[in-house]
């Protein structure tokens, strides 16, 4: 099933390392992070699961869940764990889903054939309250991801549904921002402080959140 941004995230069923879940139930009314890897007992997996510990609090400040996967079955996600707790000085601090019938892995199209083989790609889904899909990456499996990326967009998201604001270039939580080119050079004066005028549709602003 392909997946695009706006669409529902599809619920599904799982055993993961915490016990049997709901997708739905177990996000509630958070932010969710959906990410697959391609297989326990790898290197770059093991770097990116302790660093997606070590992100928790950030995570959690962001009102964030988060919750990883790979086709490979439980008792392998228990028996790597230990190995990502003394490689990477994090223990892993959330769910593993086991998904070796590969349903969430197809339901959610984290397979892709001309990777290699039937393991997952790297696949991430930043799935907002409202359970709406609002940011899809996927990248290959000899790259590790940046998981400060993946909070930085959660920032964004967050500023932007709240403020006609969008964020520029590289942008991090409390630089500047971009006011929405729906609005009015009279208006964006109006209401943001700050304002530089760059191009008619080009105007910076101080963050409304800031
Ligand atoms: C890794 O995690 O190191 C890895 C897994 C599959 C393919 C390439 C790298």
């Not at 997946?3 to 390392?17: C, E, H, I, K, V």
Request: glycine share 6%; net charge negative; aromatic share 8%.
């Amino acid at each position: 099933m392909s997946l695009r941004l706006g669409d529902q995230a599809p619920n599904f069923s799982a055993s993961t390392t915490e016990g049997d879940i709901d997708f739905h139930t177990w996000k509630a009314d958070s932010w969710a992070v959906l990410f697959s890897h391609p297989a326990d007992y790898t290197p770059v997996c093991t770097t990116e699961l302790g660093r997606t510990a070590a992100l928790k609090s950030g995570f959690a400040d962001r009102g964030a869940k988060v919750i990883a996967l790979s086709v490979d079955p439980l008792e392998d996600h228990h028996g790597w764990a230990p190995d990502i707790a003394e490689a990477t000085g994090t223990a892993v601090n959330f769910p593993i889903i086991a998904d070796p019938d590969k349903t969430v892995s197809e339901l959610y199209d984290m397979i892709h054939p001309g990777e290699g083989d039937t393991s997952t790609v790297r696949s991430v889904f930043v799935i907002d309250p409202a359970n709406k899909i609002r940011l899809i990456l996927i990248y290959p499996k000899s790259t590790g991801r940046n998981f400060d990326e993946i909070l930085r967009v959660i920032d964004s998201l967050q500023l932007t549904d709240n403020h006609q604001v969008a964020t520029p270039v590289d942008w991090t939580k409390g630089d500047r921002v971009i006011a929405s080119p729906a609005m009015s050079t009279d208006d964006v004066m109006d209401r943001f402080d700050n304002v530089e005028v760059v191009k008619p549709y080009l105007r910076y602003v101080d963050d409304p959140a800031g």
